[in-house]
Every structure is written in C-alpha cells, then in structure tokens.
C-alpha cells in the first residue's frame, strides 16, 4: 500500500467527491426533467426531458457502483478487525508481532483458512510478502466458507 500522509486534526476530514458528483449529477437531471415538463409543447422541453431520463439513468448506475464500493470496503475494514482478533487468540506467541502488519488483502484472502492451518500460512504470507488474494487463497488447504460476505 502507498505511504500516506500523517493524518492531524487540520487533515483529517474526508470530502466524498464522487458521492458529490453523483448528486449533483443526479439533481441536474431532476432539474432537467422539471424544466422540460414545462415546455413539454415544445422540442426543446422533449429534448430536456430525454436528456434529463439518460443522465438520471447514467447517474443512477454510477451510484449504485459507489455504493457497491463503499459496502466491500466497509466490509474489508470489519474483516480486518475480525481477523486481528481471532489472530491474537490462535497464533503463537512468535506470530504475534506481525498481527497489525498484515494488510487489509492478506487478511481478507486469511479469513478462510482453518485455525489449525492459520500460523503456517501467517509464516509463508509476512516471511515472502505475499499480497495477492488469489495466491493466499490457493495456498489454503481446509477452506472455511463465508456466507455472510456482502
């Protein structure tokens, strides 16, 4: 992952950009749409209206992969507290320091491995920096299944 920036009181403040450009997207459309409804006599009212329904259509699709986005990552965060948990309980006590160094990938593709398989493959993911979910997974032998993924 990058190096971020030190995060401070002045810093630390998270402006959703796309969210915003969804919805002023979205209100133009609306606004389009009104405005067209008015002159619905005439060609240019029917040309709002057209324009207004395709950007709406457009606006709503980007939103709802926003929200796709923001569900995973949520999703990712929980996984990653989960983890540092059940981690803290099961591996030994050499394993121990390398808990808050896994990334937020190496947790998520960590989370089906079997207790009795999890410090081995802690070892081989930190000790050759493996990242790559699909190779972490491939490297569990008794998968456990999540059904309650989003």
Not at 85 to 110: G, T
Request: with cysteine.
């Amino acid at each position: 992952m990058a190096e971020q920036p030190a995060q401070s009181l002045d810093n630390h403040v998270n402006i959703p950009t796309n969210f915003m450009i969804v919805a002023v997207l979205l209100l133009i459309s609306v606004i389009m749409e009104v405005v067209g409804l008015i002159l619905i006599k005439s060609t240019a009212g029917l040309c709002l209206i057209g324009t207004g329904a395709a950007l709406g259509g457009i606006t709503t699709i980007l939103g709802l992969t926003l929200m796709r986005t923001y569900a995973t990552k949520l999703q990712d965060r929980i996984i990653r507290t989960e983890m540092r948990v059940r981690l803290a309980s099961i591996l030994p006590d050499d394993l121990q320091s390398v808990i808050n160094d896994l990334s937020v990938k190496q947790c998520v593709a960590l989370r089906f491995a079997s207790d009795e398989e999890m410090a081995d493959l802690v070892r081989k993911v930190t000790s050759e920096n493996i990242n790559d979910l699909k190779t972490i997974k491939q490297e569990i032998k008794n998968w456990q299944a999540d059904w309650f993924r989003v």
